[in-house]
């Protein structure tokens, strides 16, 4: 084995102007600043062989970003370009920058045959914030900037393996009687079966120490997304802003915090069986509830009172792990094999009759509603109908379509990255069958693929799991699982 050298960097990407927020069907500009959003870098080499994990706070980082980063990278980064792995937190108070993904998007076809008297009317039309194509150079310049600190900030060190678990993390898929699913479903009905999926409390952790055995960085990874505040129109790194704050007073300021989503596709920081209301408002249907009870229970995860918990709560358990471990075990070597793969995956098809009753429904919303120019409620209602017919047409042409994910060793540990918002199921199989004595997982890793649904799921149907809200499907996923696992057990 080698001696490790680590290094840490972190890049302030607030903006000084206001920015369209990424993650809803409705647009929103940003008003103030709840907390601060940053690029996070963590570089590490160990013999032959390097990594660079990078957490944004952003919704996605989609195809093209990835690549403009890789593309200013190579020249000025002394290693592979491939060694680099870039992903998002999934908060939805960040952003809106110029995204090309990997296919078209079900909106690029409603565009085109709404009729001019009908076109689309953004909810933000008017207001002056931050041009896209600006965001998207903006971050791609302040990426790459973070990375290279990393790579040139690189000292001997040690580290240390953990693992915690704070309860974040929920499923937000409700199963009822007849088989179909809601994302954000109502549970307070008879109809109600079950929670879809399960949940993952648990908490991947490395902590990092200088060569002086102080305590320098955290990696944590967490099934769920940074979607507490995702309704609000504040920019907000949400949770991960809360969990640096509390870190920051207990550690001292300049403790470096990673934050990496794991596979949590149909998760939420929300608990749909004690559902509390928002405290004000919010424009997503889904979140409307005709029966709504008062319950005991968190407070409400669509604002910043639930913020403040779900931080609470992780970092008191990094905190309280880092109290328990026995500090002799620190290691400052260990093997490190990464390995990059432009996987091929299957793209996920509908049917002819699919297609023509989808064509059918965009028809009957254009004749009954002439005149009225659409908004973000008509493109949320039509959504599942537009992407049918948009993937439909693409199938004509396309019948799979190339991902970029990273396996790597690092000691006893494996880490394994995709693009996709990863239902948990699959993570679960990785886990459990990975012969790493720790799996951590990174979804939304260098690409935006969309929703990765369970054939369960896809039979439930709705947002998440409709063809419109992604590229690959349940045999995607099963192929993805395979080979991760095989690429994973052969390194140990």
């Not at 959003?37 to 160990?46: D, N, P």
């Not at 973070?146 to 060190?157: D, P, Q």
């Not at 967490?222 to 995702?230: F, K, L, R, T």
């Amino acid at each position: 084995m080698s001696k490790i050298k680590m290094g840490w960097a972190k890049v302030d990407i607030t903006p000084n102007e206001k920015i369209g927020l990424s993650g809803q069907f409705y647009e929103r500009v940003s008003d103030v600043v709840e907390s601060r959003l940053y690029v996070t870098a963590f570089a590490l080499e160990s013999g032959n062989d390097q990594m660079i994990l990078v957490s944004c706070d952003i919704a996605v980082v989609a195809q093209n970003l990835n690549r403009m980063v890789k593309e200013k990278l190579e020249d000025k980064l002394p290693i592979s370009t491939d060694k680099v792995i870039l992903s998002a937190i999934h908060t939805h108070t960040s952003y809106v920058y110029q995204q090309k993904r990997t296919l078209p998007s079900a909106i690029d076809y409603l565009e085109t045959v709404l009729p001019e008297d009908m076109a689309y009317v953004s909810k933000t039309t008017g207001e002056k914030y931050m041009d896209p194509v600006d965001a998207l150079n903006f971050l791609a310049d302040k990426i790459t900037e973070a990375v290279l600190l990393a790579w040139e900030n690189r000292k001997e060190g040690y580290y240390q393996c953990a693992f915690g678990r704070a309860a974040v993390g929920m499923c937000r898929r409700v199963s009822y009687d007849d088989g179909s699913a809601r994302m954000w479903g109502e549970t307070n009905l008879a109809n109600f079966d079950a929670l879809e999926g399960g949940n993952d409390s648990g908490i991947e952790l490395i902590y990092t120490f200088d060569k002086d055995k102080n305590l320098n960085g955290v990696i944590a990874n967490i099934a769920c997304p940074a979607q507490v505040v995702e309704q609000r129109s504040f920019i907000s790194s949400d949770y991960w802003g809360k969990v640096r704050e509390n870190l920051a007073k207990h550690f001292g300021k300049d403790i470096f915090v990673l934050g990496l989503c794991s596979a949590a596709g149909d998760q939420c920081p929300r608990d749909l069986v004690r559902w509390v209301e928002p405290e004000t408002p919010v424009d997503d249907p889904n979140i409307y509830h005709l029966y709504p009870v008062e319950r005991r229970a968190d407070p409400s995860m669509f604002d910043i009172s639930g913020l403040k918990v779900v931080g609470k709560r992780i970092s008191n358990e990094i905190i309280s792990v880092l109290e328990e471990l026995d500090l002799s075990n620190m290691k400052d070597e260990g093997v490190l094999i990464h390995e990059k793969v432009d996987m091929v995956f299957p793209l996920r098809k509908v049917t002819i009759k699919e297609y023509e009753d989808a064509v059918s429904k965009i028809e009957e919303y254009i004749a009954n509603n002439r005149g009225k120019h659409a908004n973000f409620a008509d493109n949320a209602r039509l959504y599942v109908y537009s992407g049918i017919v948009d993937r439909y047409l693409l199938q004509q042409k396309v019948n799979t379509f190339k991902e970029e994910i990273h396996i790597i060793r690092f000691d006893d540990i494996a880490i394994a990255s995709n693009p996709f918002e990863l239902f948990l199921d699959y993570g679960n199989q990785i886990r459990a069958r990975s012969k790493a004595k720790q799996t951590f997982l990174i979804q939304l890793a260098c690409g935006a693929g969309g929703y990765l649904p369970t054939e369960k799921a896809e039979k439930g149907s709705h947002y998440s799991a409709y063809v419109s809200s992604g590229t690959t499907g349940h045999v995607g996923g099963n192929l993805l699982v395979r080979e991760t696992l095989e690429r994973i057990n052969n390194k140990f």
